[in-house]
């Protein structure tokens, strides 16, 4: 069974630092991981997609990594602000299958 | 810029009662998904469409959900009759290559 899992559950760091968030996944024969920030009560925001032959991709202050081998992807986030307080989900889609499958989520909060 | 439109936004109905939500996905985008979230976890594919074809329904508790595409384009979610448990925030997302995933606003289903 394909599982995606995020750890930690809630973060809360001070403004200004780097962060990184974690996702692990079960399957190596993942073919895409997307990232999406969710506020409270709100719908999905895709954040960044990395397709299985990259290894990265950058989008302002974010960056996301792919390591297809150790079943784990990383998204950093650069001079973080409380504006970037969110839960923060991962979802791999998988070879035969064009659903995600989503990890739990992390709660950040960024202390101002 | 183009988006996933959801209807209603909220939703509050009494446990037996009908319900259903409407999913207007991005223009030409083929395949359309609807996931059930409940509160502090990831989304969870109740099922997906390409074109007006279902494609998985695996996970539809299909004694009382149901979801129709009829012409391909917008979609309709049905519960009958609604259960306490089906508290969630329902969310559909569409895509064009059946890669990238764009996610509506959701509708926050409360019974009661």
């Known amino acids: 069974k394909q599982e995606v899992t995020q750890i930690p559950a809630a973060l809360s760091v001070p403004e200004g630092e780097n962060l990184v968030l974690n996702c692990s996944f079960t399957?190596?024969?993942?073919?895409?991981l997307q990232w999406f920030r969710q506020d409270p009560g709100k719908g999905l925001t895709s954040l960044l997609l990395?397709?299985?032959?990259?290894r990265e991709q950058t989008s302002g202050r974010l960056n996301a990594s792919l390591d297809k081998s150790s079943g784990r992807s990383t998204l950093y986030i650069a001079a973080s602000q409380p504006g970037d307080s969110a839960t923060y989900l991962c979802a791999g889609g998988f070879q035969g299958a064009q659903k995600l499958v989503f990890g739990q989520g992390t709660r950040l909060t960024i202390n101002p | 810029e183009a988006e996933v439109a959801q209807s209603p936004r909220y939703k509050i109905t009494e446990k037996s009662q009908a319900v259903a939500f409407w999913c207007d996905p991005i223009?030409?985008?083929?395949?359309l998904y609807w996931y059930r979230q409940i509160l502090g976890q990831g989304p969870e594919l109740l099922v997906q469409?390409?074109?007006?074809?279902?494609?998985?329904d695996s996970q539809l508790p299909k004694d009382r959900f149901s979801a129709e595409r009829l012409k391909g384009v917008d979609s309709t979610l049905k519960i009958q009759p609604a259960e306490l448990g089906d508290s969630a925030m329902y969310l559909c997302?569409?895509?064009?290559?059946?890669?990238?995933?764009?996610f509506g606003p959701g509708t926050r289903l409360t019974v009661t």
């Open positions: 399957d190596s024969a993942i073919y895409n």
């Open positions: 997302a569409s895509s064009l290559a059946g890669v990238e995933q764009y």
């Open positions: 990395i397709q299985s032959s990259q």
């Open positions: 469409f390409q074109d007006e074809s279902v494609v998985d």
């Open positions: 223009s030409g985008h083929a395949t």
